[in-house]
């Protein structure tokens, strides 16, 4: 019989084990919030359950994750620090519970999107990383539902453990994104430089003034339907294989 034959995976010991191996792998972001979200429902045996992440050019915290699927709102619900219940724990670190008629509560936020917010019972609690929030796990129950003490330190227990898995895995997410704006930064300045460049070539080889090298080069791209940058290179292709042509330049 195997350790994980004797313990319990909904048990603090099989949560435990679950988490530690989480944390030493090498899954994706998604992947981790998926097991976040598997873990906080098996924990609290919730109706509903939300990971909200710190976006870090903004400051927000963005719904990421959802235990009932949502493509049309992950990445687009927001919140600020310290607006509502989810941005109280975030800037408090502390978990808030309650148990009955939740969003009536005075800092709660409603989402008209999110038919979770109509439950009764709501537990927030923080994921943390180096003593500050990267997220905040949101379970719903649908019913009264009375957050044990255990509860709620099993779930915080999750958040404090998962919350540098998540983090390095937003930083590299970050990293990705960074890299990509410098890469269309990079290609959006060679474009500009070879429609220079090509606008050029227009005025000089037919007399125009620069504006209507320009209105020649859009009509011509929208009417071939190619982007500004092949028909730049294009010309610019062109203005080569006639210099080499010319006499005195093969």
Known sequence: MTISEVIDPASDAGILR????????????????????????????????????VEESTGEF????????????????RIKMGEGITGMV?????????????????????????????????????????????????IHHREEHE????????????????????????????????????EEMKRQLETRKAVERAKGILQRRENLTEEEAYLRMRNESRRLRRPMRELADAIILAEELSRKREPGLS
Request: glycine letters at 6%.
């Open 18 to 53: 679950r988490v530690s191996r989480i944390v030493s792998s090498e899954l994706s972001l998604d992947e981790m919030l998926g097991d976040v979200l598997g873990l906080t429902a098996q924990a609290t045996g919730c109706d509903a359950c939300l990971v909200f992440l």
């Open 62 to 77: 963005v719904l990421r994750g959802s235990l009932v699927p949502r493509p049309e709102q992950l990445g687009h619900l």
């Open 90 to 138: 975030a800037e408090s670190l502390e978990p808030v519970a309650l148990s009955s008629n939740a969003s009536s509560h005075p800092h709660f936020k409603i989402f008209p999107s999110l038919i979770e917010d109509t439950y009764e019972a709501f537990l927030s609690v923080p994921l943390v990383n180096r003593g500050r929030a990267i997220g905040v796990i949101n």
């Open 147 to 182: 957050h044990s003490r255990d509860e709620i330190e099993t779930v915080a227990f999750i958040g404090e453990q998962m919350g540098s898995a998540i983090a390095k895995s937003l930083l590299e997410e970050e990293n990705a994104r960074l890299a990509a704006e410098t």
